[in-house]
């Protein structure tokens, strides 16, 4: 087990920002979501948005559990829909994802309003696997795809349509199956979500 700070290097979490599947837990039921951790110099923060699940969930009990994963697909999932309850164990009696590399407790000193600027304290963590890997253009970019979904359903902004439009061609090209079919699964709640408006 690792313990307060420097847990951080350990658990891959490094200068700027941090992309992890948080997962918070309320009334007996876990949720799970794309957050940025951002780490610049030696402030640890992290900004969460009103109306989502996370943003409640960290807000009542003031921690998150960060869980690091190279899946595309489940930053995807994960960022319009909930899992279901087969995707995730308890390890000291947190939810944690079964598939992540590693995980990290944080807790959150934040403030009601708008956007939630949490500064994070590192509580512990475990690495559980070291998964090695070369870059994957199509994975990165279904990350990249899982935000700018997340804004355009939010701010409806056609810019990020645009991007999220690009992004396919690039992930059709780089990615691999779970990539392609990643995308294709955000794309259908986009225009899911957008038809039902």
Partial sequence: MLYGNEALDELGILDG?????????ANGRINAAPIGIIRSENRLYVRLFLGTHTYENVLAKGWFVANITHDAWIFAETALE????????????????????????????AFASD???????PIKGEVIRRDFRAINRGANL????????????ALRTDSYFEELMKMQRIIDRCGGLRE???????????????HMR
């Fill in 17 to 25: 920002i941090n992309e992890v599947i948080a997962t918070t837990e």
């Fill in 82 to 109: 909930d899992l279901s309850p087969k995707y995730f164990t308890r390890r000291e009696d947190l939810p944690v994802l079964k598939d992540a590399e590693a995980w990290g407790l944080f807790e959150c000193q």
């Fill in 115 to 121: 956007i939630i600027i949490g500064d994070l304290k």
């Fill in 142 to 153: 279904v990350i990249e795809a899982s935000v700018a979904a997340t804004r355009y359903l």
């Fill in 180 to 194: 392609r079919e990643a995308m294709d699964r955000l794309m259908d709640r986009v225009d899911s979500f957008t």
